[in-house]
């Protein structure tokens, strides 16, 4: 299942510029997502992060990495309309920078889900490159 920007934010509740998913193109509800993020220069975090060095602030990436998963979730009927919330982040490791021009692949997949609480892992790729990769507590709200 593909999905645009506009059907994501169907789904999350997250809003431009905090939006850090573009396209998901890959999606099995409840269970994996991938998705695409367009790293461009016109992003508010680049005028500080760093002046003459823009690189995309690590945790940016796994944010964006934890609204596609929060896609994957929140697209179940029984989760619609809810907010996908961190319990935490744990092993994140952050192996190359990205930057503007730059496009993240990022595949998240979920692990475990026990009522409103579960576990996931996801990489952010830069080509076939990992440039960060976490694992995730997630907690669903009302």
């Known amino acids: 299942m593909e999905l645009d920007t506009k059907q994501i ?5 997250h809003r431009p510029p905090f939006l850090l998913v573009d396209r998901i193109t ?3 509800p409840g269970e994996s997502v991938v998705a695409i993020k367009n790293v461009t220069m016109n992003e508010p975090h680049f005028q500080g992060h760093f002046p003459g060095n823009p690189v995309m602030p690590g945790v940016l990436i796994v944010e964006s990495m934890a609204q596609a998963g929060a896609v994957a979730i ?13 319990g935490g982040i744990k ?3 952050f ?3 990205v930057t503007p021009g730059d496009t993240l692949r990022l595949e998240v997949q979920i692990d475990k889900l026990k009522g409103k609480v579960g576990m996931g892992n996801g990489k952010a790729y830069v080509g076939d490159e990992v440039a960060c ?10």
């Open 26 to 28: 890959d999606l099995v």
């Open 91 to 93: 092993n994140a490791k």
């Open 95 to 97: 192996k190359k920078m």
């Open 74 to 86: 929140l697209c179940k009927d029984e989760f619609k309309g809810r907010t996908a919330y961190f």
């Open 133 to 142: 990769a976490a694992e995730f507590i997630f907690i669903i709200g009302d």
């Open 9 to 13: 934010m169907e789904i999350i509740p």
